[in-house]
Nanobody
Framework: QVQLAESGGGLVQAGGSLTLSCRAS????????MGWFRQAPGKEREFVAQ????????YYADSVRGRFTISGDIAKNTVYLQMNSLKPEDTAVYYC????????????WGQGAQVTVSS
């Protein structure tokens, strides 16, 4: 098992930047592919970005591509989400998640970090 804890959320003006961190504990970090998801008030949770350790491949939702960057540091057991050019519609609770390698589901989730973008 792996435990995940997000940090770095907060309030920022439109056009600003924030970096979220997700620190993992428990089983070795690189046994999991990592993802970021978000849920805005009254909306379903949606995919934001994911990182596959093999080949360090990254994938992004269309709504954030070019503005957000997912990265990871295995030595620190931490994955990051750098968010630039933030928009009010990026306001949401952001969740870090882990999917076992060769698995199909994100089985482990953090508690979430609130990101609020003011206009």
């Amino acid at each position: 098992q792996v435990q995940l804890a997000e940090s770095g959320g907060g309030l920022v003006q439109a056009g600003g930047s924030l970096t979220l961190s997700c620190r993992a504990s428990g089983r070795a970090f690189n046994n999991y592919d990592m993802g970021w998801f978000r849920q805005a008030p009254g909306k379903e949770r949606e995919f934001v970005a994911q990182l596959f350790w093999k080949g360090r491949s990254t994938y992004y939702a269309d709504s954030v591509r070019g503005r957000f960057t997912i990265s990871g540091d295995i030595a620190k057991n931490t994955v990051y989400l750098q968010m630039n050019s933030l928009k009010p519609e990026d306001t949401a609770v952001y969740y870090c998640a882990a999917r076992p390698l060769m698995g199909t589901n994100y089985d482990y989730w953090g508690q979430g970090a609130q990101v609020t973008v003011s206009s």
